[in-house]
């Protein structure tokens, strides 16, 4: 599996070589891919990743018939209006997915993937504004299960953020202003 430590080798950055990591993040190719492109089997170990489970609702571990069902719902929410859902693949790596989808507040941004990856959210968070912005959207919310600490410097771009119960657990959900993302 890519990571950071990866991306440095492939890039030829020396390990004693003084550079801030999140310059590795920085030049590591992240793309988005649908989810028709992607083998199952590829996104199985990633979403059920004991680490990231701890920062998701509750739920059965995949297997290989659910996970394609899932896929097929993903597929599905990625064609409606207003919406775009993405694996994320990181040199070349399925690193998990992201996707712009409905949410009783609107549109939510939701960003899953691998612990391994973790360092790449912001990035992957800053594209998902973009596409935002590009499907005229004026907000959107972020949910972050109880497990996540409240991030200071989201909540000081967000419009509002608020405690909410979603199936059964507590979130801190972030109301950004697409447009006020994007100017900053």
């Not at 993903?74 to 949410?103: F, L, M, Y």
């Not at 594209?127 to 000081?156: I, N, Q």
């Not at 119960?165 to 950004?176: A, V």
């Amino acid at each position: 599996m890519a990571s950071v430590a990866r991306v440095k080798e492939s890039r030829h950055i020396r390990l004693n070589q003084k550079v801030n990591p999140y310059e590795y993040i920085e030049m590591a190719k992240i793309e988005f891919v649908s989810f028709n492109q992607v083998e199952p089997a590829d996104l199985l170990p990633v979403v059920n990743e004991p680490a990231l489970r701890t920062h998701l609702v509750d739920h059965e571990y995949f297997d290989s018939a659910s996970i394609k069902q899932w896929m097929i719902g993903k597929a599905q929410t990625d064609s409606i209006a207003g919406c775009r859902v993405r694996v994320v693949n990181i040199e070349g790596v399925v690193a998990g997915w992201c996707g712009i989808q409905p949410d009783d507040n609107g549109y939510e941004i939701a960003i899953v993937i691998s612990k391994e990856y973790w360092g790449f959210g912001i990035s992957i968070f800053n594209s998902m504004m973009a596409w935002a912005k590009e499907l005229g959207h004026k907000e959107v919310v972020f949910h972050l299960l109880e497990t996540r600490p409240e991030y200071k410097a989201l909540k000081r771009r967000s419009i509002q953020v608020q405690r909410t119960e979603l199936l059964d657990r507590s979130f801190t959900t972030y109301f950004i202003s697409v447009d006020r993302w994007c100017a900053e």
